[in-house]
């Protein structure tokens, strides 16, 4: 099946630490996007590529990093310089003119 | 800076009514417009993708429209049904950004029985 995957579904973090959340996509798309959902809000992006070994800052990058070093895949980092990093996190990909979501991560800090 | 506007925030409705959901943007130059449905917990859901140029897009009891030169789109259900239950997200996505997309904050549907 084509697709978008991410894991894990649930993730949780102490505070003060790293966390990398994992995209994966099979659609041999160029374009792969991170989005953060903060309740009751609509989606903001955080990074973006738009082909391997290419990134650039989203609307609120600050806290985080990426990686692109393979079409397929897209990582992102929370890094400890998050100053709220419990949210809901989509990350998708982009074929022509319409993006197709993955089924997201939900971090909660502790 | 492009802004995205849904209203209502929060709608009921009786299963079977027709509805329509209501999204408004303040910059014009957009290369399109899509529509997404959200269940809780979980991804987003494409449901109609709209190009600059085009006026509506229709599937099934979906319909779409799309007025650039007044900033609005509206997402019109026919026949409503409890499964059409979620939360629905419109999406611009403006020129020469990557093809990065602005959301506005949604408009959670319930239908009732």
């Known amino acids: 099946d084509g697709g978008i995957t991410q894991s894990p579904k649930y993730l949780f973090r102490k505070e003060g630490q790293n966390v990398t959340l994992s995209c994966e996509q099979n659609?041999?798309?160029?374009?792969m996007y991170w989005y953060r959902q903060d309740p009751g809000q609509g989606l903001r992006l955080i990074y973006y590529s738009q082909i391997v070994n290419d990134f650039q800052k989203g609307d609120i990058a600050e806290g985080y990093s990426v990686s692109r070093e393979k079409k397929e895949s897209f990582p992102l980092t929370v890094t400890s310089a998050q100053k709220n990093p419990t949210a809901f996190y989509l990350c998708a990909s982009r074929l022509g003119s319409e993006q197709f979501f993955g089924p997201g991560t939900r971090l909660t800090v502790l | 800076k492009q802004e995205v506007t849904q209203i209502p925030a929060a709608l009921s409705v009786p299963e079977g009514e027709n509805l329509v959901l209501n999204c408004s943007f303040t910059d014009s130059a957009i290369y399109n417009l899509q529509w997404f449905r959200q269940d809780p917990g979980k991804g987003l859901t494409s449901l109609l993708l709209?190009?600059?140029?085009?006026r509506e897009q229709t599937s099934g009891r979906l319909n779409a429209s799309l007025d650039k030169s007044s900033g609005r789109s509206t997402l019109y259900i026919a026949a409503s049904q409890p499964g059409d239950s979620a939360t629905y997200l419109c999406?611009?996505?403006?020129?020469?950004?990557?093809?990065?997309?602005?959301f506005g904050q949604g408009t959670e549907l319930s239908v009732k029985p």
């Open positions: 709209i190009q600059s140029s085009q």
């Open positions: 659609l041999n798309h160029d374009a």
């Open positions: 999406a611009v996505r403006p020129r020469n950004q990557g093809g990065k997309l602005i």
